[in-house]
C-alpha cells in the first residue's frame, strides 16, 4: 500500500496475484531412487526430508573434518551423496588401461547415447537419497550420527558427474580420489580431491583428459583450476571500509617470501 500507494482492496489483489503467479506452470516433481532391495521407486513431490538431512548433515561432516583431517577423502566421498544422482558401482567398470582407450562397444555413438550407454552397461542405479533417513531408522533409540549420513540430497547433481567419480576411482582407488559437485551448486563443474601419497596430480589430470574429456566431446574454457593448500593464515577485521586500500598497500609491501 505504501510503495504502490493503493488502497487495501487494490493491494490485497496485486499481493493474491504476486504470490499466484510464483506457482503458475508448478509440478510436483518425480523421482526416482533405488530402495536396498534393488527395487526402484518413483515419488511424487518435495522430498523435504533429504534436503533438511542435507543440511544438517553437512554442517556435522564439515566439523568432523577440522579435527580428523587424515579422514579427508573418505569424507569428502560421502559428502558427494549429497548431490548424487545415480550410484555407479567403481568395481564393475573396465580397467584404467580400457577407459583411456576407445572400447569397440562405445564405437559410432556419442553424446547423451555415450552416457547412457556407459549407465546401463555398468548397471547404474537412482540414488536413494532416503537411505538411513526411512521411518523405521529413524524411530530407533539410537538416532544416526549425522556426520555417517549416506542419505541426503540437495538434488543439483549429474549423472555424467557421477560417472567421472566412478571412473576414478576404479583407476586411482577409492582411498585415493574423491570428487565434489561444486559448491556453488551450478552442477556443471565438480571439485576432485587427490591423496598425494597415493596418487600423482598429473596422472590424474591426464586420466581426466584422455578418459573424460575426450570420451565425451567435452572442451572446458579452461581444462583445471589449481588449488593449493598454503601455510598458516591469519584473520584480520577492519572496523572501516575505507582503511582498506591501506591495508592492501602494506600487504603489497609486506616480504612474505621471509
Not at 542405479?125 to 556426520?147: A, V
Not at 572442451?219 to 592492501?248: C, K, M, N, T, W
Request: glycine share 6%; hydrophobic share 40%; aromatic share 10%.
Amino acid at each position: 500500500m505504501e510503495v504502490s500507494r493503493l488502497d487495501q482492496v487494490a493491494a490485497s489483489q496485486k499481493a493474491d496475484a504476486t504470490l499466484k503467479s510464483l506457482f503458475d506452470g508448478w509440478r510436483d516433481p518425480v523421482l526416482k531412487r533405488t530402495e536396498p532391495s534393488c527395487r526402484v521407486m518413483e515419488e511424487t513431490g518435495v522430498p523435504l526430508r533429504a534436503m533438511v538431512a542435507y543440511l544438517f548433515g553437512e554442517v556435522a561432516k564439515n566439523f568432523y573434518l577440522i579435527h580428523h583431517p587424515d579422514q579427508w577423502i573418505e569424507y569428502i566421498s560421502i559428502s558427494q551423496c549429497g548431490d548424487c544422482s545415480v550410484e555407479i558401482n567403481p568395481d564393475s567398470l573396465p580397467s584404467k588401461t580400457e577407459m583411456e582407450g576407445n572400447t569397440d562397444w562405445e564405437k559410432g555413438i556419442t553424446g547423451p547415447q555415450l552416457l547412457n550407454l556407459w549407465l546401463e552397461r555398468f548397471d547404474a542405479t537412482p540414488f536413494d537419497y532416503n537411505r538411513g533417513l526411512d521411518n523405521e531408522t529413524l524411530s530407533n533409540e539410537s538416532p544416526p550420527e549425522l556426520h555417517h549420513l549416506e542419505g541426503s540430497n540437495f538434488f543439483r547433481g549429474l549423472a555424467l558427474i557421477d560417472l567421472a567419480g566412478a571412473m576414478l576411482k576404479k583407476a586411482f582407488g577409492s582411498d585415493a580420489v574423491a570428487i565434489r559437485v561444486n559448491a556453488a551448486g551450478q552442477g556443471d563443474y565438480f571439485q576432485v580431491h587427490i591423496d598425494t601419497q597415493k596418487a600423482d596430480p598429473s596422472d590424474v589430470k591426464q586420466f581426466i583428459r584422455s578418459a573424460f574429456y575426450h570420451r565425451f566431446d567435452l572442451i572446458p574454457d579452461q581444462e583445471f583450476v589449481e588449488v593449493h593448500s598454503g601455510g598458516g593464515a591469519v584473520g584480520l577485521r577492519l572496523h572501516r571500509y575505507d582503511s582498506l586500500p591501506q591495508l592492501v598497500h602494506r600487504l603489497k609491501a609486506f616480504p612474505f617470501d621471509k
